[in-house]
């Protein structure tokens, strides 16, 4: 989870509430806001995609989406 938070945090407070990590429609799914579509990449891709094996789903980022 943490391989996951970092990366899109670095370490900042308060962050990882703009960037839920839910469960959904049988996926793990990082929701970032549209301003922060620039931490993608395939590292991350592959740290959500990884946290979904070890649960047993699919995972994935999804831009531009907001909680709640």
Known sequence: ???V???ISAGMDGALTRAPL?????RVT???PQD???LTS???LNRVRGLGRVVGLDG???IGSTAG
Request: proline share 4%; aromatic share 8%.
């Open 30 to 32: 990082l929701r970032l």
């Open 42 to 44: 395939d590292r991350l």
């Open 22 to 26: 839910l469960v959904e429609d049988g």
């Open 36 to 38: 922060w579509a620039a």
């Open 5 to 7: 938070a970092f990366p």
């Open 60 to 62: 994935r980022i999804e």
């Open 1 to 3: 989870l943490l391989r």
